[in-house]
């Protein structure tokens, strides 16, 4: 990651503001309580700067950028807040709230609200199919984590009843299941499910991709049956240590697993069920901007800032 620090949209906040407004409203300011585009700049000593009035009749709000989006009503400086961004869509395997807090300046509690609502802007809320005739997407599951609680580990081990060197909790049924679907040289999409079996996988399945698609699996039984809908259903053995066989594998979302792994393991080190999906979005969002650079990834970031609230209370008790 090589980018100029000192670059006045992470330095002043000024330049933030006229930046997130360029790539905000490309065409100009629009209303974000009525979506007019007949808005006036409020200027003058007793107006903050960035201050918009709507002329509409029914409407005549006032609003700023940031009105309607993941960073109305914070406290938090427009330029820290890019400065986050940027960090977030550049780091290949993410970068943690800790590392955010101590380069920001901001105290933990803060670095890790504003993380989560930068997630939230990464995820595409209305993607269309992946593959298409005569295209191929890859289907598969990994497993990460351990879903038993520390606490509880300790509870077992002093009771004489955690066997191993894992306690006996560290089986894939203790685990995280994360479901990922990649159309080659295209996007990939994830999902964290609760339960990975023929229903979840289907349903999956049959949203996200186009049923004229190649589906390519590994031998998994998981999805047998759904590869039917589709126009063809190959796979490949890994347990015959079969990988490849002509035009058939699954290790594109492999080298995309190493990816999110290392991420989570090394980077963020833990992470909680309840949070778990916006750290998958995180790290599809990045892949799916893999042919962006760096400022163009941080740009489609702002871009997804519209229509999203994320209040702190919600987040943290969701934790």
């Known amino acids: 990651m090589n980018f100029d620090i000192t670059n006045a949209i992470f330095t002043d906040k000024e330049a933030a503001r006229l930046h997130l407004e360029g790539t905000r409203w490309p065409e100009g300011a629009v209303c974000p309580h009525c979506g007019s585009f007949n808005v006036k700049e409020l200027t003058g000593k007793s107006h903050r700067a960035g201050l918009r009035q709507c002329n509409e009749k029914e409407c005549r ?14 406290k938090v400086p427009l330029n ?3 400065l986050a961004t ?7 395997k993410g970068m943690s709230a800790h590392q955010i807090h101590r380069m920001l300046g901001v105290t933990y509690k803060t670095a890790w609200f504003m993380c989560h609502r930068i997630r939230e802007a990464m995820v595409n ?11 191929a997407v890859e289907a598969d599951e990994t497993y990460y984590g351990n879903k038993v609680s520390l606490k509880k580990k300790r ?8 066997k ?5 909790f560290g089986g ?8 990922s679907l990649v159309e080659r040289g295209g996007d990939v999409r994830s999902f964290h499910v609760d339960k990975a079996n023929k229903t979840s996988i289907r349903e999956i399945l049959v949203r996200n991709v186009d049923r004229k698609s190649n589906l390519m699996t590994d031998e998994s039984r998981l999805y047998a049956g759904s590869g039917e809908e589709f126009n063809r259903h190959q796979k490949v053995h890994h347990a015959a240590g079969e990988y490849v066989r002509d035009n058939v594998y699954t290790n594109t979302l492999e080298g995309y697993y190493s990816i999110f792994k290392r991420g989570m393991i090394g980077t963020y080190q833990h992470c909680s069920e309840t949070h778990l999906q916006r750290y998958v979005s995180e790290f599809d969002f990045r892949y799916n901007g893999r042919k962006l650079n760096d400022n163009e990834r941080r740009d489609a970031a702002l871009r997804g800032i519209e229509g999203k609230r994320l209040t702190y209370r919600r987040v943290a008790k969701a934790a």
């Open 125 to 135: 809320d209305n993607p269309p199919p992946l593959g298409g005739k005569d295209k």
């Open 80 to 82: 820290k807040w890019l």
């Open 164 to 168: 191993g060197t894992k306690g006996g």
């Open 172 to 179: 894939v049924s203790n685990k995280y299941i994360v479901v």
């Open 155 to 162: 509870a077992a081990k002093l009771a004489g009843t955690g």
């Open 86 to 92: 940027h960090l977030m869509t550049s780091s290949k």
């Open 61 to 74: 709000k006032q609003f700023t950028v940031t009105v309607g989006t993941v960073f109305e009503r914070s």
